[in-house]
């Protein structure tokens, strides 16, 4: 029988993915699992496993095609079972359930075992973790809480279709009004409702004005132009999001930076007697583990820069947890894994995470969830060049720690002698709309603290 794959919904507010390339062609024989299509979306590339096994009969959409949520880019053929488009037929013309097909059109004779082909969306790239950027308050999916019996004494018509839309989009079909047949819900009714849920959840957001900006084409010279001088390349969809994400942070969040240098001399003595050893056993020893585990210590005396600002409802919204994004550089942009719960590894485990993510990501093979969740972000632009520099913050987070390139310089030590130091030069950008210059100080003076002194690094960390 004939399925219809659509395009599923992976969260975190993405609706549009394009097509990089077909896995598959018309006509093959495929499994359920085996990938179809590679797909990149605004925050990473993806492959799209098939729900079921099958013959491809469609495939809908070029390679650099743009495809929504929802819409079928495959078709596939599968024996034995009867396609959702039948199901749904069958329910509009004779009834709201399953069991009543049969008494709603007997020609028909559909077994009441059949099971009718329900969409998977689920596992396309992993598990999909609920983002700390959905800071405002939404009704979205909150199903209303009325007693056993209410909900019985007024159980909508629907179709089995409409109710597994309804189910898949976390709506409670019973509050939806149908348009159907004898007030029967249909698909239509489902996607109303939603889209209704969406628009009164912003409705408060629109209420603040914004400052619209008009983008404009860049204007060159026609005959310059022509004779090849310039070239135009489209940007990539991640190129895309991260320029809309860095001007939403500079925008929106007045950032302020507080520079300064730290002495590791001391701590480079120590990763070097263990840097060796702990190579044995697969562990890449750099300074940043080190700078992560001071930074959390950093953040648990100072709770505003592990927060966000809510400004619908004017409140601050500080984090019990610490996940802690590595910015990193690959071929298709600025990607940001996330380790989690930093606070309860060690610095090897630490470590080891920091290789494993920054090579996949470089390898494009990170998932989604790897990327969500970061309450506070190290970028470490020292590790290609330069000293000092300006990080814009990882919106919605408060603030960013930019780390630039350790270098040797003379130093006047505790006996006024001039010495050679090993200093670290830092950056550190904040929210200055809910961080104060005062707390941007002592945030560093704490890193220079346990930096300086690994034991003291090992004895509050």
Do not use: C
């Not at 549009?16 to 179809?36: A, H, N, P, Y």
């Not at 629907?158 to 047949?181: H, Q, Y």
């Not at 990763?271 to 050893?277: A, E, L, S, T, V």
């Amino acid at each position: 029988m004939r399925f219809e794959f659509k395009f599923p919904d992976v969260g975190e507010g993405i609706h549009e993915g394009t097509i990089v390339k077909w896995l598959v062609e018309k006509g093959e024989e495929i499994k359920e699992g085996d990938s179809l299509i590679e797909v990149e979306t605004d925050k990473v590339t993806t492959d799209i496993p098939s729900p079921k096994s099958g013959k491809v009969l469609e495939l809908l959409g070029d390679e650099g095609e743009i495809i929504h949520v929802g819409n079928v880019f495959v078709v596939l053929d599968i024996e034995g079972e009867a396609s959702s488009e039948d199901v749904e037929n069958l329910s509009a013309a004779g009834g709201g359930t399953k069991d009543s097909f049969d008494e709603a059109d007997k020609e028909k004779k559909l077994d009441e075992k059949e099971e009718v082909i329900e969409e998977e969306t689920a596992g396309v790239v992993g598990e999909v973790v609920v983002s700390s950027e959905e800071i405002p308050p939404s009704d979205e999916g909150v199903i209303s809480r009325k007693s056993t019996e209410e909900k019985l004494s007024k159980k909508a018509l629907a179709t089995p279709v409409a109710r597994a839309m309804a189910k898949d989009l976390g709506l409670d079909i019973n509050s939806v009004e149908g348009t159907g047949p004898g007030g029967r819900v249909m698909k239509e009714d489902i996607q109303k409702a939603k889209d209704s849920s969406k628009e009164k959840s912003q409705e408060k957001i629109q209420e603040k004005p914004e400052i619209k900006r008009e983008a404009k084409p860049l204007q060159l010279d026609e005959a310059s132009e022509g004779e090849g001088l310039y070239e135009r390349v489209p940007l990539t969809r991640i190129r895309k999001t991260i320029a809309q994400k860095m001007s939403e942070s500079k925008f929106t969040i007045p950032h302020t930076t507080v520079m300064d240098e730290i002495n590791v001399t001391e701590l480079d003595k120590f990763r070097k007697k263990y840097k060796d050893i702990l190579r044995e056993e697969g562990v890449n020893l750099t300074y940043l583990p080190f700078i992560i585990k001071a930074s959390i210590t950093a953040i648990k005396e100072l709770r505003e820069f592990n927060s966000s600002l809510d400004e619908v409802n004017e409140e601050m919204v500080y984090k019990n947890f610490y996940n802690i994004g590595i910015a990193t550089d690959t071929q298709r942009g600025l990607m940001v894994p996330v380790i989690r719960d930093a606070d309860k590894k060690s610095i090897v485990e630490i470590a080891k995470e920091i290789v494993d993510l920054s090579t996949r990501a470089k390898d494009n093979k990170l998932e989604l969830s790897e990327l969500q969740g970061g309450t506070f972000t190290i970028t470490n632009y020292g590790s290609i060049g330069g000293h000092f520099g300006i990080p814009i913050i990882n919106h919605p987070e408060s603030a960013i720690l930019g780390l630039g390139r350790i270098i040797k310089k003379p130093i006047v030590d505790e006996n006024d002698n001039i010495v050679v130091g090993k200093m670290l030069p830092i950056s550190l950008s904040y929210d200055h709309r809910i961080i104060d210059g005062a707390s941007g100080s002592r945030f560093v003076n704490i890193l220079k603290e346990l930096l300086i002194d690994p034991d003291m690094l090992f004895l509050k960390s």
